[in-house]
RNA sequence: CGGGGUGUAGCGCAGCCCGGUUAGCGCAUCUGCUUUGGGAGCAGAGGGUCGCAGGUUCGAAUCCUGCCACCCCGACCA
């Protein structure tokens, strides 16, 4: 474990990458733009899954699996779609290797694919071939499918967990027999999105709809949450498209409506990806390292023992044992660190990296006192309690640091939320502040796209719960409904 | 694709300009002793195709040519 991360005002990209690489998330692979997810990212990972699997299937989906190959002839259908993801696919083109004379191993060029298969960067395309085949009448409606899978997307340029080119996520999939279902479908995912990010990732964001130029290719309407990182900048945090009749149209999957009439089946689709984790990281954490909302902690509690001799230790585990006994009865995960080839000192440090919310220290004096030290991880704050009804204190201060990191972000937020009426104000603001910019936008993409090019923010979305206060755009004067959030954005 | 840079021990780097003992340093690793309430100290040890290929030279990590890989900035990115 090295010592130090870099501090985010001297370095805020470095800052993020020590935090993922010395807290152990993540790391880059041998294969470019691809990172490894280290057991204890992962672990964090399988937390946020079992969470959203959970809400998902409370709300009616189930889970399947679709293939990672699509045919290239597929991806076509959807001229929008193809548009929007042509420049970043993988390819596969052959399916055998053989060896040369050197020793080599190279491509069969005799084994070349009639048909080229696309490694999936979203399942559109061969979810919807599939529900062609399932859906005859409004009777197979709807269908409410989930996919936890991995995707690429050949980006140029990755960062860990915030763009790499292959990710991990879930992808959801839904087919209805109205338009209102759908919609209502696409926006209940959307809400679910921000609960998870709200309650559990202790993460505020601001839902929303998509411009035309940022939405989803291939969606008639995408709308996000939208969440403010520690730098200024905005994150993407999930998205959820209700995307009419356009796949339907392009696979041409009807049903027999109560009518007796032919009609397109509805459809959305919705997901977040490991880029989740990047979020929580730069949502809550410190230059001392990671700090996890409790409910999402693989270790919420970590106990280390202070001893000089064998001893001494077995006593300390004597009334640790007691302890955890009671953790695990109230469902609280925790750690008990007797490792004897590092200091105490050296595992404060190293629990701290790893933003493990609540810390026990217990040694002699404790155990002649019949007390134990806490340290919590976001505040730092010490307190020296009596080891009996300990797990009560824990419980209550893992549900209290839960809501203070997120209201310590909700207060970033405000801090970091500006309200501008002209476009020198804007410029000035995005430039010298950053942060979410609230702005009047006459609704076209002419004037997005300028001022993207000439300040490079753009709009996050058109927040939802709002209120409708009209005004003029801050470039052209025009008529706007509402303001809209500017940001640069990952 | 354009501009810049870097490849030397597991990681981070120095050495290169100006060729010349046995290629160094920090961290990490291993052994021993002492330590243990905030990242331990001392002593010792192990670990290298100097990115790859060719060339110049008595001699190349160092100079030359070609290639490869990666990183940064830009363009690109639901």
């Known amino acids: 474990m ?12 470095k800052w993020y990458n020590d935090i993922v690489m010395k807290a152990g998330l993540a790391e880059n692979s041998s294969v470019r733009g691809c990172m490894v997810i280290k057991p204890y990212g992962f672990a964090i990972w399988e937390k946020m899954k079992e969470c959203l699997d959970k809400m998902f299937k409370e ?25 929007g993801f042509a420049k970043e696919c993988a390819v596969v083109t052959h399916y055998r290797l053989k060896n040369k004379e050197d020793g080599t191993i190279v491509v069969d060029e005799t084994a070349k694919l009639e048909e080229e298969l696309i490694i999936r960067p979203t399942s559109e395309t061969i979810i919807w071939s599939t529900y062609k085949k399932w859906i005859q009448s409004y009777r197979d409606l ?12 050949w980006e140029m340029r990755t960062r860990l967990f915030l763009r790499t080119a292959e990710f991990l996520w879930q992808e959801g999939h839904t087919a209805h027999a109205s338009k209102k279902e759908a919609l209502d479908e696409t926006i209940q995912m959307l809400n679910i999105y921000s609960e998870f990010a709200e309650k559990w990732m202790a993460m505020p964001v601001i839902k929303g709809k998509k411009t035309e130029n940022e939405k989803f290719a291939g969606a008639i309407e995408t709308f996000s949450i939208e969440a403010l990182m520690q730098d200024g900048k905005a994150l993407q945090s999930g998205t959820s498209h209700f995307l009419g009749q356009n796949f339907a149209k392009a696979f041409d999957v009807k049903f027999t409506n109560k009518t007796g009439k032919l009609e397109y089946v509805w459809a959305s689709s919705w997901g977040v990806s490991t880029r989740l984790m990047g979020a929580l990281i730069m949502a809550h954490s410190d230059d001392k390292g990671l700090v996890l909302p409790p409910k999402l ?29 009671k953790l695990k009865e109230k469902g609280i995960s925790y750690k008990f660190d007797e490792r004897d080839t590092h200091r105490p000192g050296h595992k404060f440090a190293e629990y701290e990296l790893k933003g493990v919310p609540i810390r026990l220290a217990i040694g002699k004096r404790d155990i002649k006192n019949g007390t134990i030290e806490l340290a919590r991880r976001d505040t730092y704050e010490k307190k020296t309690y009596e080891q009996i009804g300990i797990e009560n204190i824990i419980q209550e201060l893992l549900e209290e640091i839960q809501e203070n ?6 207060k970033f937020r405000k801090e970091n939320s500006h309200i501008v009426n ?32 000439e300040t490079k ?3 996050r979305n058109i927040p939802f719960g709002y209120p409708e206060e009209e005004g003029k755009c801050i470039v052209t004067g025009k008529y706007s409904k509402q303001r809209v959030i500017f940001a640069k954005a990952y």
């Open 457 to 459: 923010a753009s709009i």
């Open 422 to 453: 002209t476009y020198d104000e804007f410029k000035k603001v995005i430039n010298e502040k950053q942060g979410f910019v609230f702005a009047h936008w006459d609704g076209t993409s002419e004037t997005e796209k300028k001022i993207k090019n």
């Open 142 to 153: 709807p269908i409410l499918i989930n996919q936890w899978a991995n995707v690429v997307r």
């Open 297 to 325: 902690a693989p270790i919420q509690v970590v106990i280390i023992p202070i001893y000089r001799k064998k001893e001494e230790l077995i006593t300390i585990k004597k009334v640790v044992n007691k302890i955890l006994i």
């Open 405 to 410: 990191i997120y209201l310590k972000a909700i």
């Open 2 to 13: 090295a010592k130090g991360i870099t501090k985010r005002k001297d370095n805020y990209y």
């Open 59 to 83: 709300t009616g989906h189930e889970n399947a699996y679709f293939p990672l190959f699509i045919p290239k002839s597929f991806f076509s259908k959807e001229a929008n779609h193809v548009d």
